[in-house]
């Protein structure tokens, strides 16, 4: 398979809590294009527009629930293959910063979290995965089939501008 790159650009990360459905244009979310894809993602890339320091919590979580009726992506955000001739593929995964309702993250204990704490003024922050130590997403449905990078005001966050990217190969 291809590689891929969903982007965001120029969003304000609303700090919010692990416990609420997230807001619109406030994260970033990837699920499967079916109940069974397999989605290596291979780099999370943050980089803070803030024009004064603030510290932000962004965590790359898996969602308790699952975002309903996801808003296609519109400019500045994209995703598309980083090799012009890639073949187009038969399930593309869904990626998205909206919906009807927005995901829950998942607080539960037993999920794996990325910690990618930083200064949205000016900071950069990439997390970019060993072979074989890659994030994976499974399917479209709670618990492993979507991931979110938001910013948590559960882990200490506030709310600020920045640029991001999912780096990933579906499957």
């Not at 304000?12 to 406030?26: D, K, P």
């Not at 320091?53 to 500045?76: E, F, H, K, N, Y």
């Not at 955000?77 to 998205?96: F, I």
Request: glycine share 8%; proline share 6%; hydrophobic share 40%.
């Amino acid at each position: 398979m291809a590689k891929r790159l969903f982007i965001s650009g120029g969003q304000t990360f609303t700090a919010q809590a692990y416990t609420t459905a997230l807001t619109s244009a406030t994260y970033m979310c990837l699920k499967g294009g079916t109940t069974t894809q397999m989605i290596d993602c291979l780099e999370f890339l943050v980089s803070g527009m803030a024009t004064a320091s603030t510290v932000a919590a962004m965590q790359v979580v898996r969602s308790s629930t699952i975002g309903t009726t996801p808003t296609a992506l519109a400019t500045p955000n994209s995703d598309g293959p980083m090799v012009p001739a890639t073949a187009p593929l038969a399930n593309v995964p869904v990626s998205y910063v909206a919906a009807a309702t927005g995901p829950l993250a998942s607080n539960t204990t037993t999920d794996a979290k990325l910690n990618l704490a930083l200064n949205l003024f000016g900071g950069i922050i990439r997390w970019n995965a060993a072979p074989t130590q890659q994030w994976q997403i499974l399917g479209n449905t709670a618990s492993f089939g979507e991931t979110v990078l938001f910013n948590s005001t559960t882990s200490g966050g506030s709310s600020g501008p920045a640029n991001a990217h999912y780096l990933y190969e579906p499957y």
